[in-house]
């Protein structure tokens, strides 16, 4: 039997699972999935280099399904396969075509979109969000490229997600990094959800962007195998990135799928007899026979850049650091700003942890990315403007066993909340770190001013990630340049998602080489049994003048910078408690942040008295931080107000 035959005939078998597992489920994509089954039939079977019964292979190919609704044609070819399920090498299971039928299921491996954390390992982020697989894919070609590796990237995007900007802003990133071990393949069948996809995502069009965006570029019969073998054939034959694009019909080969607009719309079981025999009768005319190939095994094993034992990693002293990273000086004169100490962390991390790496937002003078780039320039990965593609970047890398440390302001990477969510979907290990957070930056006025983040992050730090006792997110806001070393030293020791704030005013040292920071914790300041003024960042020294403008109508305030989220909320009551059982908690940022979190922790105990103190206006450019912050209501004046307005009222 020849290989167009067996690609046409795999093409109608796998297509056959796809309708039945989502005719099933009584949900599903089956039209999406249909356009792609003879590129996934070519791929999973005569293309790629993998092994299906060892898909943690380091050296294995890799497929990044971007249109991640049409992913039931993945699960039918590897259902076929026999491809392994499950966690890890010990336990894995293999995929029968019969185990399908639980698509969707709660307890099943196979999502409604692709998630690897789900324990469905041949994908390595969960995409259905759209336009973010080719950013992954290129995490995941760095990665290779960092670990020496032959492996290659394939990724699969829908023509109607190439509206997406994201698509380009990594076709940007891929051309500037001279990433020619990815392959992106457009599914272009003209379809969106509604309606037919715009003119400007038309194959033509997609053909003369790809060109102009400096990609090789072959237009090809989504549906006939010779020519895709033809175009893949070129994979590697040149210094630029290869794009094929793909035109296909959505629902190819059922008669009943062709009718209408089918998207997100499966068939009953009842259809299912019909569009078989549809199936059968699409392909009958390629002949009958032999079986696809098999999958073409890894040619060797990589030996990828060695990885520590985070954990087991003794991190030099924090003034040891800051001296060596030439900020001696700072440290003498008792003031240094968060952000510039986190850069000789990050340094730091990359000099103990191989595995580390950095990207950033064409701002990395301001973060102090820099510092870890001029160490580590094979480690650092610019992304320019584009944060949505940098955090979907630092998830492909992180699926290939980095740790990557993600920068811009924190402002700009509000761009890509979406992406850190899919990112978080997937369990991926990244690090991320918004600078210039807050208002106390003043001057440059609120467009560059990170006011959303805490709400955001905050609320990923109320769920756990899986079934054990982590947090979907950590949450770090270091006060001092101490804190900011060791908040970045916790961020490369644990595994998932972590967020650090870093603010640009020079702050003095409230802490020395021996104060010990753990995750969930916080530091007190100083004690008193009037009440309790909690902060964190650059607020812990704003709140601490508010304690002194108390201390002078003697009240007694205790003074908690609470650095973590979530934090050990049994050992904070107590220290309220201990307070009077009365907390101001400020912050310049906008609510649903810190304060919110100690208010449902008081909720939740009873007996305490929360009030939050956060910013009461859109802040505007100023001279000084101090006069924004009085601007926005959260001045120490104020803050030491609100203390007294509390004390007033009856316990």
């Known amino acids: 039997m020849s290989m167009t035959a067996a690609v046409h005939r795999k093409a109608a078998e796998i297509g056959k699972l796809a309708v039945r597992m989502t005719a099933l489920a009584g949900s599903g994509h089956p039209s999406s999935a249909l356009s792609l089954a003879h590129l996934v039939a070519y791929l999973m079977y005569h293309q790629m280099r993998y092994d299906p019964r060892d898909p943690w292979h ?117 051309v500037d990094h001279r990433l020619t071990n990815v392959c992106a393949i457009f599914n272009a069948n003209g379809q969106g959800q509604a309606a037919p996809v715009s003119g400007q995502q038309s194959a033509d069009v997609l053909v003369a962007k790809l060109k102009a965006f400096n990609w090789e570029v072959l237009a090809i ?33 059922v008669e009943q799928l062709l009718q209408g607009n089918w998207h997100g719309k499966p068939l009953t079981p009842g259809d299912l007899p019909a569009a078989y025999a549809s199936l059968d009768k699409a392909v009958a005319a390629h002949g009958n026979g032999a079986p696809a190939s098999r999958p073409r095994l890894p040619a060797r094993p990589d030996r990828p850049v060695p990885r520590v034992d985070v954990a087991a990693v003794e991190w030099p002293a924090c003034s040891a650091a800051l001296k060596a990273a030439g900020l001696g000086a700072a440290l003498e004169k008792g003031k240094l700003s968060t952000r510039r100490a986190y850069g000789a962390a990050l340094k730091v991390a990359g000099d103990l942890v191989p595995q580390v790496v950095a990207l950033d937002g064409d701002v990395s003078n301001s973060t102090f990315a820099e510092v870890f780039a001029q160490a580590y320039p094979q480690r650092f990965f610019e992304c320019k403007i584009a944060e949505q593609n940098m955090v979907s970047t630092a998830a492909g890398l992180a699926a290939a066993g980095y740790i990557p440390f993600a920068n811009s302001f924190a402002k700009f990477i509000a761009r890509g909340y979406d992406q850190v969510e899919l990112a978080n979907i997937s369990r991926a290990n990244i690090k991320l770190v918004g600078s210039h957070a807050g208002i106390s930056l003043a001057a440059d006025g609120p467009s560059q001013m990170g006011l959303v983040d805490v709400a955001f992050f905050r609320a990923l730090t109320t769920a756990r990630a899986d079934d054990r006792r982590s947090p979907q997110c950590w949450f770090f806001q270091p006060a001092d340049a101490v804190a900011a070393y060791h908040c970045t030293r916790l961020m490369t020791q644990l595994r998932g998602l972590c967020y650090m704030r870093t603010h640009r005013p020079d702050v003095g040292l409230l802490y020395d080489d021996t104060t010990k920071f753990e995750p969930g914790g916080f530091q007190v300041l100083g004690t008193g049994d009037d009440l309790a003024l909690v902060a964190s960042g650059y607020m812990v020294h704003v709140a601490r003048e508010a304690a002194a403008l108390l201390a002078r109508q003697n009240i007694r305030a205790t003074l908690i910078d609470l650095y973590c989220l979530p934090v050990d909320g049994e050992r904070l009551v107590e220290v309220l408690q201990r307070a009077g059982g009365r907390a101001i908690v400020a912050e310049d940022n906008y609510g649903g942040g810190f304060g919110s979190a100690v208010a449902e922790l008081a909720a939740r105990t009873g007996g305490l008295r929360v009030v939050p103190v956060h910013c009461q206006r859109m802040p505007k450019s100023t001279r000084t931080p101090e006069e924004v912050l009085e601007y926005c209501g959260v001045g120490a004046k104020q803050i030491a107000d609100q203390a007294l307005a509390v004390l007033k009222q009856p316990r």
């Open 58 to 174: 380091p050296s294995g190919d890799r497929l990044v399904l971007s249109e991640g609704h049409a992913v039931p044609i993945v699960y039918a070819a590897w259902a076929d396969l026999g491809g392994a399920v499950g966690f890890e090498r010990d336990g894995a299971s293999s995929l029968t075509p019969a185990e399908v039928d639980q698509l969707r299921a709660r307890d099943s491996v196979l999502d409604g979109h692709p998630n690897p954390a789900e324990g469905f390992p041949f994908f390595d982020a969960a995409t259905g969000s759209l336009g973010m697989g080719l950013s992954v894919a290129a995490g995941l070609a760095l990665a290779a490229r960092l670990d020496g590796s032959e492996r290659r990237v394939y990724c699969v995007i829908g023509d109607g997600e190439s509206r997406e900007g994201q698509i380009w802003e990594a076709a940007d990133f891929i």
């Open 221 to 253: 019969d989504g549906h006939d195998p010779d020519a895709i073998a033809g175009a893949l054939a070129k994979f590697g034959d040149n210094q630029r990135p290869l794009a094929i694009v793909a035109r296909t019909v959505k629902g190819w080969g």
